[in-house]
């Protein structure tokens, strides 16, 4: 959309601000992970070499990921088709309806019966995200092995072949 955009200070403000928002939720998004793994592997949580030297290895490896893949829209296909179906329409009304089952019986929780029609449109939700999860991940596997390969650019022995182009002007 920013590339459809007419060159003027309206295309620098967009591209300004998209900037500030890679470079400010970098950080955030890549955290958690980070510290999962550094509690993996025993690093101390305070400040230290050790998580420095993890976090650098971590941003290159995300780095030759990012330069490796030819296409890495149709990796993000793969897990959205995948991870985003079951967080979105399968787990929500089965977890639900695991925990209005389990509170039948104990003291301590507000007891929740479900009626037919409920568990009948939590199925249907399940049946239905689990049919389009599965629809999805086949199509963005199949986009994934028809997309053509090319070479990443760290491979490539000649640098004056490379082209470097800003989108469809």
Request: aromatic share 12%; proline share 5%; glycine share 6%.
């Amino acid at each position: 959309i920013v590339l459809a955009m007419s060159d003027g200070w309206q295309r620098i403000t967009v591209e300004i601000m998209l900037l500030l928002h890679l470079i400010t939720a970098y950080p955030i998004i890549t955290n958690p992970p980070a510290q999962f793994f550094e509690q993996m592997l025993n690093i101390p949580s305070d400040f230290n070499w050790q998580r420095c030297a993890f976090r650098t290895l971590s941003v290159a490896f995300l780095l030759f990921v990012a330069e490796t893949v030819p296409s890495f829209g149709a990796i993000l296909d793969l897990v959205g088709a995948s991870t985003v179906t079951l967080l979105t329409f399968v787990f929500p009304p089965y977890f639900y309806m695991k925990l209005a089952d389990a509170s039948i019986g104990r003291k301590e929780w507000v007891e929740r019966k479900l009626p037919l029609w409920e568990r009948i449109y939590c199925w249907g939700l399940i049946i239905l995200g689990i049919a389009g999860g599965v629809c999805a991940t086949v199509i963005a596997v199949n986009n994934i092995f028809s997309s053509s390969l090319s070479v990443p650019c760290y491979m490539m022995g000649d640098a004056t072949n490379v082209t470097i182009s800003a989108g469809g002007h």
